[in-house]
């Protein structure tokens, strides 16, 4: 199995700053895809950032500009640096992985991090 643990989540003023992490660990072969998503109340997850292994990146486009993803791949971790927050950004994130373990390859998700922003 593979699990996820995300951290850097919290409270921060509109205009502040915060950096999400998300580690994986178990049997774990390769990692293609490492994805942060959003859902707000009564709101669908969304995609918020996306960077694949070969460093290729995407963005919402409510975020380009302010989110910066990244990741570590000797670590099994992705980052995702939120700047310029507002409150239209708060929301649970949740972290995923494509991975390849021994029977194949699966999504997994995170538990999911409160980021919320006050005006």
């Known amino acids: 199995q593979v699990q996820l643990v995300e951290s850097g989540g919290g409270l921060v003023q509109a205009g502040g700053s915060l950096r999400l992490s998300c580690a994986a660990s178990?049997?774990?072969?390769?990692?293609?895809?490492m994805g942060w998503y959003r859902q707000a109340p009564g709101k669908q997850r969304e995609l918020v950032a996306l960077v694949i292994s070969d460093g290729t990146t995407t963005y919402a486009d409510s975020v380009k500009g302010r989110f910066t993803i990244s990741r570590d791949n000797a670590k099994n971790t992705v980052y995702l640096q939120m700047n310029s927050l507002k409150p239209e950004d708060t929301a649970v994130y949740y972290c995923n992985c494509y991975v390849l373990q021994r029977l194949g390859w699966s999504l997994a998700w995170g538990q999911g991090t409160q980021v919320t922003v006050s005006s």
């Open positions: 178990g049997s774990i072969f390769s990692i293609n895809d």
